[in-house]
C-alpha cells in the first residue's frame, strides 16, 4: 500500500517527445505506449495511480518505491524501445528520420524522450489530487475532448469509477492507502 507523505512521496513524472513531434497522435501509437507502461510497472516493482498520454507528452503519478532516477529508467527506456521497435517494424521511416540521434556509447540510434523528463516528489494527498487533476484535464485543456472522462488515453474513467472493459491501462488505486481522518 501507499501512503503518500514525506517519507514516502509519490512520483509526478513528465515525458516529453523529442523535439515535441506529436508521435503518440493515433491510438495505435498511444496503444503501444501503454502496453510499454504496463510494462515497465510490471519489470519495475512500482504502482501507477494516475496517467494520460497526449499527442507529444505524457504524465504520470507513480508510487515512491523506487528511486526516481529508477522509475525513469524504466518507464522512459521500456517506453522509447517498444516504440521505436514499433516504427521500425511499421516501417514508419520518416518518424524513425526525425528521431535520429547520434549514436550512443550502447549503441542506441533513435532517441524518443527528450533527456529533460522530470520526476516531482509529491508529498500530501492535497498534491497527489492536484496532480491527478491536473492530469486528467490535460486533454480537456487542449481541446481534445470537452469532458475529461471521455478521452481514452487517460486514467480519469478510473478515477470516475466507470472503468472500461477494454480500459487501456489499469491504475493501481486500490493500492492507495489514503490517510484517515482523526476524530474530534
Known sequence: MATINKDNPCLFVTTVTRNRLPVFRTDAFKSVACRA?????CSGGFALFAYVIMP????????????????????????????????????????????HAAEKSRGHGYSLVDHHSSGLPVFSEGFFMQKVNYIHLNPVREGLVERAKDYRWSSARQWWGKTAEDEPLRMDLKKIDWRKPSLP
Open 56 to 99: 507529444d507528452h505524457l504524465h504520470i503519478l507513480a508510487d515512491g518505491t523506487l528511486k526516481a532516477s529508477d522509475t525513469l529508467r524504466y518507464l522512459n527506456g521500456i517506453l522509447s524501445h517498444r516504440v521505436i521497435e514499433f516504427l521500425k517494424q511499421g516501417g514508419f521511416t520518416t518518424s524513425l528520420e526525425k528521431l
Open 37 to 41: 507502461l504496463d510494462e515497465a510497472r
